[in-house]
């Protein structure tokens, strides 16, 4: 059900300015502006989306992608500016308005009733009903598996959403916005909860729509995907348009216009000084459990001084080799050797009292107590493993490894005090972080470190790792960027199926060719 015909007499003026000849443009957006009291998250902003485009909204936390979308969406009215589609020149009042005009949004934040089926969250608000007037559950679970399945997920109409993994709650999230074909879809970091088979589903769904003629508003932070799935991409920093550009335009070019800074600005050189193997894995194979990727037949070595980075995508296994590595899950088969000596590991604290640090990637449910203090967050292990450890508190000396743990992650030591949830995505990051130095350890296993950190942020992470190697450290890098990997990395694995299936040196980067081995 694509809806009306585009008004053919609005004129697109672009970010850059230009008007596109013989295109009409499905929405504008004329000088949008969001004011919270003296704080400015969105300033005059313009721009047109086209039938059959996929334009991507790149930017830092803060950039103000959220507030635009939240207001093309009917979720939030603008200070100042409008929105012309067809006849109507002016702000959406309501996320109805917007729908109207056939614009659908798939937000971060799900609209999701845990208690009720993916077929009754599918149908909700439009609930069939039968002959005698009442609601039939058999057509909604029958039009509930026709949607699943032109969308090509897999998902089952009958499970709980309640039960399911923010994965599959995130796939409902989808159908739940393509229940009639929109006019224009805003998608919101749709991938970043997805399986590999998941995510590729998405991909052919988005360019499926494409070829209907819709319109679509793509968030991410994912660098590949920018280029497989956009024709434009409009780059917002501290709340401005910065420029509209190709979704070709190369990656060292996007991430400059997104931060103002140039590449190597950002990624610290690479220590060359390379030790002895401190971390090998060999012949590692997991035990089976519900929900969680087989992975098994991994070797690999980590030298002091050393990144190894692990590429893949979510449910390939690389975050369940991290967790095998500190304890967090059981080992069927084969060995983990830390220093050449047979790691047994059943408990983190095996892993701490062997040199094995693991910062998670869901610091908020496993890396951090949001309720209690940025220091007591940093300082709790080295309570039992650190120089601080003893049987009675060492007010002092804790106050001085507070310090400077702070003080290595760049995070303001006078909010120490201030309760650890209290903090953005990128503070929260460094205290749990900091919270890998309160012991001895000599191998560290980040991962996904800067996950929802902006790229102003990023940096004095990237700087504290370097610390780490120049101490003699070894890391084991688990990330889904891979323009992080490729500026961090000595080298590259990439794991698919539970397998590490190629691998890469520094001069072997290539986006193309390490992109290829992921499916």
Known sequence: MLAAEVNTDAVDTGAAGQPRPGVA?????????????????????????????VHVLFGENGSGKSTFISMV????????????????????????????????????????????????????GEEPVGPLGLLSPEEARRRAQALIDDLGFD?????????????????????????????????????????EHDARALFRLVK???????????????????????????ILRDGRLIGTVSA??????????????????????????????????????????????TVAGIDLEVRAGEIVGIAGLVGCGKSELGQACFGLRRIA?????????????????????AGVWYSPADRKNDGLALGRPAGENMSLSGLTWGEIAGRLLKPRKEKSLLGKLSGSVAFPAPRLGESAGSFS???????????????????????????????GARPAIYRYMADLLKAGAAILLISSDLTELFGLSHRLLVMNEGRINSEFSRDEFDEHHVLEKFF
């Open 425 to 455: 995505g990128g503070n929260q990051q460094k205290v749990l972080l900091a919270k890998g130095l309160a012991q001895d350890a000599t191998v560290y296993i980040f991962d996904e470190p800067t996950v929802g950190v902006d790229m």
């Open 155 to 195: 998902l089952s109409p009958e499970a709980k959403v309640g039960d399911l993994t923010r994965g599959k709650q995130q796939m409902v999230e989808i159908g739940k916005a393509l229940q009639h074909v929109p006019r224009l879809l805003i998608l919101d970091e749709p991938t970043a909860s997805l399986s």
């Open 248 to 293: 070709t335009t190369s990656h060292d070019d996007l991430i400059e216009l997104m931060t103002g800074r140039a590449l190597s600005e950002i990624y610290p050189p690479l220590n060359e000084q390379l030790g002895n193997v401190k971390l090998a894995i060999k012949g590692l194979a997991l035990a089976p459990a519900p929900g969680v990727p």
């Open 208 to 234: 499926r729509l494409k070829e209907k003629g819709v319109a679509i508003i793509y968030i991410t932070h994912r660098m590949h995907e920018i280029a497989e799935l956009g024709d434009d991409v409009s």
């Open 25 to 53: 443009s499905l929405l504008q957006v004329c000088g949008l502006t969001k004011k919270y009291g003296s704080n400015t998250a969105l300033n005059n902003a313009d721009l047109a989306f086209y039938p059959g485009r």
């Open 73 to 124: 969406a009917g979720a939030n009215q603008p200070t100042s500016g409008y929105l012309v589609i067809d006849d109507h020149k002016g702000p959406f009042r309501s996320v109805n308005e917007a729908r109207s005009f056939g614009v659908r949004a798939v937000f971060q934040e799900f609209s999701l009733v845990p208690q009720l089926t993916v077929a009754q969250n599918l149908v909700l």
């Open 333 to 353: 088969k084969g060995e983990i050797l830390i220093d050449g000596k047979p790691l047994q590991a059943s408990h983190p604290a095996d892993a701490i009292k």
